[in-house]
């Protein structure tokens, strides 16, 4: 198949899971074609099939906004035109589906018909999707969508609640290459950070409000004072510098590392023991899904899907949002020497249920029912 991939390039999960499943369609002997503003992070890698064309976004003094939409819908058209696509399959439906859309509509015109796979993963339904400004046309994109899936049963269920759709939603959960998020030797790195065995804490995440970031602070506040421990923040985003306060005013600053956005993540799981998710909402959770693949339990949220994928008491727990003691507790009790190691390899069990090699067939026999329907 010549399948065109649209997503955000950035280290966003959606556009983290876009580009895992472009590399991987096209290690399957796919043609992939990703479609994107810049080149995504996570292609890192060569491969005959993999092709990579970047949106072109003209400014003119007139614009106080360049209208993005636009200019990807013709590269759009362009690439479809010209690869021949088979289909086109965007991930985050703003303002991705809407664009597709439209250039579906302008291929029609040449005669040329590209079935538009549009994958629902969060904030574009939960938190962007809903609010006035965007509600009707993601309704109308997600709708004209020959295919649609979600992330979680969670998100299907808040979408079909909060929009509405009529179109069929097929919910495909996230996936993990368990191939290269593995457990590392990487004692040295552990040893350099918990110099007197300290259990290590981490959280990774884009640092925006949704993930609550100040109760990670406040939950290993907590258990610090009880165990020896110290706390890895990797990633960042609009709150950083709120939570570097928050950590000099409570006087953890010592036991705490922000080691900024990363790209071998694996190292830095390698290492942990405890990996931390409050967020306020989750449509699945992939960065707890990149931890328990490296033999990390999970304390959560119950926020979303976070629970189709944490199984409380198995593979972590799971706490109402914003509960820090209840966290604290059980934070504890999966540190304590007599638990840990039946978390972690629940943690791992768990994992191998998304591994890539299970995933990729239901998006390869989801895009063979949507091109037979054409
Ligand atoms: O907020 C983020 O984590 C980024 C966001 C995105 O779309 O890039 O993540 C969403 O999609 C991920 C991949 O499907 C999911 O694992 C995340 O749970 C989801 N984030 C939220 O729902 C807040």
Known sequence: MNIGIVCYPTFGGSGVVATELGKALAKNGHNVHFITYSQPTRLDFFNENLFYHEVDIRTYPLFQYPPYELALASK?????????????????????????????????????????????????????????????????????????????????????????????????????????????????????????????????????????????????????????????????????????????????????RFLGKMEAVEEVLSVSDLFLMPSEKESFGLAALEAMSCEVPVLSSNAGGIPELNINGVTGFTCNVGDVKDMTEKALYILADENLNKFKSAALERAKKFDITNILPLYENFYDKILNKE
Do not use: W
């Open 76 to 256: 759009m058209v362009d690439v479809a035109q010209h690869e021949k696509l088979d289909l086109l399959h965007v991930h985050y439906a703003i303002p991705h589906a809407s664009a597709a859309y439209m250039a579906k509509q302008i291929l029609k015109e040449k005669n040329i018909n590209i079935p538009v796979v549009t994958t629902l993963h969060g904030t574009d339904i939960t938190l962007v999707g809903k609010d006035p400004s965007y509600e009707p046309v993601v309704t109308f994109s997600i709708n004209k969508s020959d295919g649609v899936t979600a992330v979680s049963e969670d998100l299907k269920k808040d979408t079909l609640e909060h929009f509405d759709i009529y179109q069929h939603i097929e919910v495909i959960p996230n996936f993990i290459d368990l191939n290269r998020f593995k457990r590392q030797k990487k004692e040295h790195f552990k040893t350099a950070i918990c110099p007197n065995g300290e259990k290590l804490l981490v959280h990774t995440s884009n640092f925006r409000k949704v993930k609550r970031v100040e109760d990670v602070i406040h939950v290993f506040n907590n258990v610090r004072k009880i165990i020896p421990a110290k706390l890895l923040l990797v990633g960042d985003g609009p709150e950083r510098i709120k939570m570097e306060k928050l950590c000099r005013e409570l006087g953890t600053c010592e036991d705490i």
